[in-house]
Structure formats: structure tokens, C-alpha cells
């Protein structure tokens, strides 16, 4: 801390709303620089550093990766290739396939898969909900593109409607925002028209459009 010495301190945080206001007064940390969710690019160039010590099949294109991961940051992205080569190398392959990217995408953003078998009956109203959120979200022009659809119970679901923006988006208008609560709620609606009743498989959808709203 000599006078004759430059010392530059660089800090981060996920909090700034809690920082104490005596960090931020002048001469202490002057420049502040807001990184947010990485773009289409980022995402390309955080898959390029991930994957670089992985062996890759031909399939692989990190672009397709990219563009399906809209959202997710360098964290979630990391997690991604971690997942897809495990999965590989339980499924003794040489090298990591499209294929095990798709499977640890699917367990980072729709949780792990659950082995419980559906009755029939649960099956059916299943895909009765999810069909609900699969036609808003094709009808709406607002809404977010389908991505997959399933029956399968991950985490905490008994199935899901996977949804990914077609593009990076800094802003949201109100009637984009009002067919996102549609998509939200045509799940509960879907149950409602075949069953004349609704389950508590609706509760996340409640919750996510609560927040929403």
C-alpha cells in the first residue's frame, strides 16, 4: 500500500442489493460492470471452453447447443457438459453424441428422471395437462417455442412441457407476458375441460404464474 504502488481491486457479486453503501463511495469501487445471461454467441464460446478436453462425435454442433440453452449461464452450461460426458461414459462410449447432450439437458432443466411407473389413468390425465400447455404454446404468438414434451416423471413433475425463447430477449411486452400466464395455465384448464376437475399436478404452474403475475 505504498503511494508510489497502484493496487487494483476487483470484486464480485451476485448480491449488489445487500453490499454495504460504504464499498461503494468514491475512491473505493468506482467502475461497476454488470454482467448478465450470457447470448447465442457467449454461449457457443462457454461450450468451445467446456468441451475443449472432451472428446466430441461428429454430431455434436454447439450452435444447436447453444440455441437450446437460451437463458442458462456459464454455470448451468458446465453442468450440461459434465452431465452429457458422464452419461457417455456410463453408456461406455468413446466420445460424447448429441445424444448425451439432449439426455443432460433434459436432467439440468427438467430434473433427474424418476423410476415410479404411472397407472393408466394418471398417464392419461398427464398428457391431457401437458397437451394443455403444448397447443397455447404453439397458438400464441407471444409465447416461447415447444421444445419437448413428456410423460415421463423428472423431479418433481409427472411430465413436462419444455419451452425455449427462439431468441436472446433483454425485454418483455405485456400481452407477451399475458400468453406466457396462458401457457402457464392451460395445463389446470386442459384438466378442467376433460375431467371437470384439477389435480395438484398444477401447483409449480401456479406458483411460476403467480410470480409471473
Not at 457467449?42 to 475443449?52: A, C, M, N, Y
Amino acid at each position: 500500500f505504498d503511494v508510489k504502488t497502484n493496487v487494483i481491486l476487483i470484486a464480485a457479486t451476485n448480491r449488489p442489493d445487500i453490499l454495504d453503501p460504504a464499498l461503494l463511495r468514491p475512491g473505493r469501487f468506482d467502475r461497476h460492470i454488470t454482467v448478465g445471461r450470457p447470448t447465442q454467441k457467449g454461449r457457443v464460446e462457454i461450450f468451445k471452453v467446456h468441451t475443449r478436453d472432451v472428446p466430441l462425435s461428429d454430431d455434436v454442433d454447439l450452435e444447436i447447443l447453444a440455441a437450446g440453452t437460451t437463458g442458462l449461464t456459464g454455470a448451468a452450461i458446465r453442468n450440461i457438459v459434465n452431465e452429457a460426458a458422464l452419461w457417455a461414459a456410463r453408456n461406455n462410449k468413446t466420445v460424447v453424441e448429441m445424444s448425451d447432450f439432449e439426455h443432460a439437458r433434459d436432467k439440468i432443466l427438467m430434473g433427474p428422471k424418476r423410476e415410479e411407473v404411472l397407472t393408466g389413468k394418471e398417464k392419461e390425465k398427464t398428457a391431457y395437462h401437458e397437451a394443455g400447455h403444448t397447443i397455447l404454446a404453439w397458438q400464441l404468438p407471444g409465447a416461447h417455442r415447444v421444445h419437448k414434451v413428456t410423460i415421463v416423471p423428472r423431479g418433481r413433475s409427472l411430465g413436462s412441457t419444455q419451452t425455449l425463447p427462439s431468441e436472446d430477449r433483454l425485454s418483455i411486452s405485456e400481452p407477451e407476458l399475458r400468453d406466457h400466464l396462458a401457457v402457464l395455465l392451460a395445463g389446470r384448464a386442459a384438466e378442467k375441460l376433460i375431467y371437470s376437475e384439477t389435480t395438484v399436478g398444477a401447483e409449480n404452474d401456479l406458483e411460476r404464474a403467480t410470480g409471473m403475475a
